[in-house]
């Protein structure tokens, strides 16, 4: 039984790593997004676009982490 439960902690563990990153990478394409478009000299669009991409992370998430709280109750 112990073992069922080490692993789904494990597993746990591993989505909350990986949400973590997400998180990261999400708020840097943010904070980056208004520099990267007037390097390369691209729209607003483009920037609009670096923004809903960030949104999407941050979403899939927050998505993520609540599943993981739900697995935790769970248990």
């Not at 909350?16 to 980056?32: D, E, F, P, T």
């Not at 390369?40 to 809903?52: D, T, V």
């Amino acid at each position: 039984m112990t073992g069922g439960r080490n692993a789904n902690q494990s597993q746990n563990a591993q989505k909350g790593r990986v949400a973590a990153v997400v998180i990261a990478v999400g708020g840097l394409i943010a904070i980056v997004a208004p520099w990267l478009t007037d390097i390369l000299g691209l729209s607003m669009r483009f920037e609009m676009l670096f923004y809903m991409l960030s949104l999407a992370a941050f979403f899939w998430a927050m998505v993520v982490l609540w599943q993981i709280r739900r697995a935790g109750r769970e248990n």
